[in-house]
Nanobody
């Protein structure tokens, strides 16, 4: 059974940084693509960043490019999202997701097969 467990969320002041982790278990993820999404209160879930386990190609939304960095540790089956220069509008629940068809990166929620429970990030002004 695939399980994705996020951690690392919290309360931070604007301009600060956080590192989110997503620990994956239940199968071999080397052929998967992994993504981070977020959902703010009253808004739809939106794409943040994605990475291929194999090769490490990455893809970012325009709203976070240059501020957030996605990375992976194959040995630990863990994907990270480094959040820098945080803004109040980054406040949301952040979700990790796994896409079994890992040849391409995607920003579409429907293309991801497994989801974590989310971790709250709150940025104060």
């Amino acid at each position: 059974q695939v399980q994705l467990v996020e951690s690392g969320g919290g309360l931070v002041q604007a301009g600060g940084s956080l590192r989110l982790s997503c620990a994956a278990s239940g199968r071999t993820f080397s052929s998967y693509a992994m993504g981070w999404f977020r959902q703010a209160p009253g808004k739809e879930r939106e794409f943040v960043a994605a990475i291929k386990w194999s090769g490490g190609s990455t893809f970012y939304s325009s709203s976070v490019k240059g501020r957030f960095t996605i990375s992976g540790d194959n040995a630990k089956n863990t994907v990270y999202l480094h959040l820098n220069s945080l803004k109040p509008e980054d406040t949301a629940v952040y979700y990790c997701a796994a896409k079994a068809q890992g040849l391409t990166l995607s920003l579409w929620l429907a293309e991801y097969d497994y989801w974590g429970q989310g971790t709250q990030v709150t940025v104060s002004s």
